[in-house]
């Protein structure tokens, strides 16, 4: 694919594949590593003299931290470290794991934030496609009240499945994948701060995803993503399947997140000052702040009820003087930011989308990444939105409902100036530019029904009705997934070197959006004339509600192949891309698509601003000796790299 | 774009106005809390208006031709018009709050004097509700008030968290295991409604459901004196099969006629009791999943009945289903 600065590492013969890092060694490291962990319990069990020497329970927990750890070290997540631990010579780096030469090395451990961020968007595609599957047996069992294809609990596990994978193995990690690859090329840097941490965080997606999804085996855990105690400990077995797989993806999306932070603060090309980030670096600053911080909540949470269930402690056992509802707020310590760690990155892309589709430096620049940390602020001081009826402090529901409600002003504010970004601006109607003005629309609706669900009465009637069922749907879907098709559609170009077609593209954006309001809009309304949410059945009046509802979702369920077959045949037969097809002012176009291995062959200076269209002689950087400046003169067609 | 903004704006007011958004109104609770959620919605739909007004005007007005290479003018901002929009969703902040407070506050409140209104403790327990009314001495598997009359709901539950929602009431209240929450109801409207359960609680939580009653004071007097007979019959200390089927929440998902019940989440007791050997009975209620019977689903009916009713009041539950099923009345 890209240009060869470096030899692909030489082809290891005989015993050596078997003891190199990779796939053939991890084939023994990580039945290895299950056997260790069989011996393990066994012998501590036999040892202490508890019957049956295998319990579930603590065999299942004790497989799903030892297994991928096995496998971890199989691959080589682990050899370098491995190497400097225990005293012995580092190899030097050769960058032979650098970069990708064949599609066979995006199957490997690999410290390009180019390749990784592909792994990390393609990886989560995949989920999401699965964690789609899932939704659509939802709605074809909700066609008609009464039960037909699933009982109440194997239903209970689809939404379950469903929401933790679209949140943790989907939403959050599709952000992280798009910034791993176009941050440290906007910011004028050769790669990510930590590559080889950088590697083991994607690697560790996969494991939490199989682990959710193959809780379907032991019995998938029916207690929702948000998994309240006391429920979650009377779930079957698969429940231990979601708090290691929340352990694994959370781990994750931290150490990207230190990565994120420590690249954005310390590798930016010479002249880029804060003020001169575009705003995805800026989105994309502010969330991995938030996940910081937030993340190890949901992480203990977990933990938790983990203990009440294999160590029988009594964190949330009433009975051993435990307190139910100190998990909701632990919970939704992380949760509520969470939404923001899932909406942040999105205002990102659509701020960049909607500047260069516009052809207008984004309005209120400065107010725009000042919201971005008003929102991370407040973010932290409102959670308890999630529980006005769950029998917490009476008093702290006004003031929380007061904090939430003072969080539309600064998103009304991005969401202003995102519209005065249009005026006056000579728009492209491109497909990242649909999507990311139906994002601004549908999030609107999303926005505003939050500030419903802020107003504590009103809350007291729809809560954990369908009507919130539709308000993170215009949320999440119509929020985030918009700006994640957005995203992609955008630097397509640039991560696979290739164009998209443009008409598959405005056909998927219009089934989209319509198939997207059908299904969720009028749950809105059977939310609040009564209908409660996570219900597998339900009172026959909403019949032909939620009869319309699956159909118009099929509909949405199949827009999502049209996207499919676009990009697949796109990244083999498209149009070669050009460097940047968009005129955009941002560093990432002003390379080659796809980029070479180290980004730039000479560090750029950055002297301005990177939304100056249409501003006479205002440059963003310098590169390569050439000015990058209005993109229309700047757009070089020929390749940087020979 | 004041044709589109007025457009979208009649548009959104004639969708909020004939479509019923809410169910019935019948509490004062709902009377304050559909008060907020009309000034909420307008707030909302004028705001909505605006956005889709401005964006469809602007996407309208300003789209470029495809081969167009210009650029748009060059405006970083706009200070008067920042502060306009930082400054007026504050003010509209401010008043949803404040409106919301004061109704949440109003609805909430009950009587200073305990003679006006009376309280009622509800259970919630996988997946049945049941209702101890202290000052009747009275445990039932329905809700049963008096209209205009304030109550205060004494909400816990047995096993995990359940949620108590009339959605005509409007008021909602989880019921949580080790602590006692509380909700307060003031019916304006004689009727018959349901309690549904809004917080998952396994696989019974679609069927976990309980009625309601809103009766005049007639016929509330009326109930309170049914209920008296019925304990006068039963005598002091011994088990009564009948008010155990009534205080175990049975009701709430059979059908037995002697009972008054009609629920339909289980078997008709009336129907598939009679030729039942007690022995067969006592089973089906202390192991439920034992033997599923057809058609239904294993795990709704409560599985701990064999810890929460004593061996006497277990018998005398079997005795009088032996003998009152299949007895139509
Ligand atoms: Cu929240």
Redesign the pocket.
Known sequence: MSATLHAPAPRRTGIRRWTAGGWLRALWTTPLAFLLATGLVAGARAALGYEPLLAQQPYITTLMVMVPIGFLAGIGAFDYWARYVSGRPTIPDDHASHGAHSWKDYFKVNTDHKVIGTQYVVTTVVFFIVAGLLAMFMRAELAEPGMQYVDPQAYNGLFSVHASLMIFLFIIPAFAGLGNYVIPLMIGAPDMAFPRLNALSFWLLPIAGLMMLSSYFIGAFGAGWTNYAPLAVQQPDGNLMFQMGVQWAGASSIMTALNFLVTIITMRAPGMTFWRMPLLVWANFATSTLVVIATPFVAGSQFFILFDRVLHTNFFDPGGGGYVIAYQHIF?FY??PA?YIMMLPGFGIVSEVISVFARKPIFGYRLMALSLMAILILGFS??A??MFVSGMADWLRVPMMVT?MVIAVPTGIKVFSWLATLWEGRIHFKTPMLFALGFVSMFVIGGLSGVYLGSVPIDIHVSDTYFVVAHIHYVLFGGSLFTIYAGFYYWFPKMTGRMYNETLGKIHFWLTFVGFNATFFPMHWIGTRGMPRRVADYDPMFGNWNMAISIASFALGASTLVFLYNMIVSWRRGEPAPSNPWRALTLEWQVSSPPPIFNFDEIPQVVGSPYEYGVRGARHAILNGKPVQEGREAAPMEETVP | MIVIGLLAGIVTGGVAYFIPWLPDQASTQAEEIDGVYWFVAIICAVVFSLVAGVSIYAGWKFRAPADDMDDGSPIHGHTGLEIWWTAVPTVLVVAMSVWSAVALARAETLPDDPDEYTTIEVTAAQFAWSFTYPELERTDGELVLRVNEPVELILTANDVIHAFWVPEFRMKQDAVPGIETRTVITPTKEGSYDVICTELCGPGHPVMRAGVRVLSDADYEAWVAEGEQGAGEGGEGEADGESVFAEAGCGSCHTLADAGSEAEIGPDLDSVVPGQEEQQILTSIVDPNAEISEGYQPNVMPGDYEDRLSEAELDALVAYLVEVAGARR
Do not use: A, C, G, L
């Open positions: 939704w949760s509520h939404v409102v959670w939105h999630h939430t």
